[in-house]
């Protein structure tokens, strides 16, 4: 079992930023994927940035330039720095990560989000 704990988020004004930190703890072999997602209110779950095997990342075309991930792999933490905010980045975010177990498994978990509200 994984457990996510996400922190960060808030009210910022359009142009601000904020920053998002998830730190998964539990038992595992290896992370394959850890990132972030977001879902705005009447639509779908969105990739926001990821990485993935290799340490490559993808970032969504809509945060591209503004948003950066990051992560510190002794403590399985993974950041998202988020720049010149836009109304439209209002959303729920989650922290999401698919692992290996030892039993050779791979799991993905996802965080219980953290609200991030753009707004004058």
């Known amino acids: 079992q994984v457990q996510l704990e996400e922190s960060g988020g808030g009210l910022v004004q359009p142009g601000g930023s904020l920053s998002l930190s998830c730190v998964a703890s539990?038992?595992?072999?290896?992370?394959?994927?850890m990132g972030w997602y977001r879902q705005a209110p009447g639509k779908q779950r969105e990739m926001v940035a990821v990485?993935?095997?290799?340490?490559?990342?993808n970032y969504a075309d809509s945060v591209q330039d503004r948003f950066t991930i990051s992560r510190d792999n002794a403590k399985d933490t993974v950041y998202l720095q988020m720049n010149s905010l836009k109304p439209e980045d209002t959303a729920v975010y989650y922290c999401?990560?698919?692992?290996?177990?030892?039993?050779?498994?791979?799991?993905?978990?996802w965080g219980q989000g953290t609200q991030v509200t753009v707004a004058s």
């Open positions: 539990g038992s595992f072999f290896e992370i394959n994927v």
């Open positions: 999401y990560v698919d692992i290996t177990s030892h039993r050779g498994m791979r799991v993905d978990y």
């Open positions: 990485f993935v095997s290799g340490g490559l990342t």
